[in-house]
């Protein structure tokens, strides 16, 4: 799913409040490592901290766990917010106590996670039949010692996600392949095309794009280094890859074909179902958020188009608390709830587009449409970005903290009118102040 997955996306506005609070005080005064899970009267109850949509209670996959396994029950606490999540997973990790028996790991957070709490979570080497992840996302999750910390659930191949009715009135092609020759291999192209679109609109005023900040992310994460190099060093102020999105994005900003919004805060759902621009860059597990959020007064208006460059933006991981009283039994109903026939319903429920090899070519994944856009063929779509990905992704110890800033920093550009050099001078300070 996910992150840069789901602070930045999935992160569902109308339960962010709820599931946040109950992520921090529905545990409070607990002295024990982990909270609900146990063995009772021949009853085995596991917990899970999950955050955002990753379809694993939103498919029914828990109750059908549960109908396959009488003995039993499982609690699942899900929290809208990643980042209000994730911050209340490192108090309890360093305090030891207040954990789920399984917690959700976002991408952006998994370097951290293997380099600093590896000793809180359960090792799923050598587990049978795990053996079907594509080879980076296990390593993703993985220590330099060899222990693998979680299994993934999702992956984020990328795609273009456009107003067909929008495009009408600009005069631009609507078929999904006529669209996506108009920016192929090129993602100034795609920036081209706006200034079209900005000139050629008939009709009340929309922006061509929501956000600076999803073409800056989708630009950066179609390369295998973004803010850390792989002996782990800070490379971002010195990386061609982000300063090349830096300025492209900057350019839409100021060339006024954004919304102004970054994506997932306020504002951004109201931009959905109000029709306030006419294309997002959209990880697959975006789809199952705008079709929400757009509502089904939009069904159809929306279409999907391959995007110009291939890249992975987001992903999650299921991971086990080493102390957990029920870990064998949670490690199963992670291998359970991770392998490619569940991954497959997920992603033909909701849209999350597996990370297992298996799962990806397998006839429901392929063979997928989408209805809300415009029947357009998600499977064939963002299995073929799938293998677009780098194989190596390098990942760093704070790429989500990094990410978000660099969000903020370009909407510095877009809402307070800061110039670019500023806005990175900006960011800069903040990032170095955040990582330490």
Known sequence: MGTFGWSHRRAMATVAAVGALTLVVGCSGSDDSVTGGGKKDGKVTITMGLFGVMGIKETGLLEQYE????????????????QTYYTALQTRLAAGKGLKDIQGIEIGRAKEITETQASRFADFAGTSGTDHFLPWKESQISTAD???????????PMAVCYRKDYFEKAGLPTDREEVAALWAGDWKKYVEVGRTFKKDFKGDKVAYMDAASGLFNAMVYGYPEQYYDEKGELIY???????????????????????????FQPGWDPGLANGTFATAVCPAWMLSHISEKAGAANKGKWDVAKAPKGANWGGSFLGVIEQSPVKEEAKKLVAWLTAPEQQAHIFKEIGNIPSSREA????????????????????????????????????????????????????????????RDKAWKTTAERIEKAVG
């Open 67 to 82: 109908k396959e396994n009488p003995g039993v029950d499982i609690k699942a606490e899900i929290a809208g917010d990643e």
């Open 146 to 156: 060899g222990k693998v910390l979680g299994l993934g659930t999702d992956i984020g």
């Open 237 to 263: 102020d010195s990386n061609p890859a982000v300063k090349e999105a830096w300025n492209l994005a900057a350019d839409a900003a100021e060339d006024g074909l954004t919304a102004k919004l970054r994506q």
């Open 360 to 419: 990806l070519e397998s006839a429901d994944v392929k063979n997928a449409k989408s209805a809300y856009f415009g029947d357009a063929p998600i499977g064939e779509i963002f299995g073929a970005a799938a293998q677009e990905i780098p194989d190596k992704q390098v990942l760093g110890r704070k790429d989500g903290t990094i990410k978000d800033t660099f969000s903020q920093g370009l909407t510095l550009i877009e809402q307070q009118g800061t110039a």
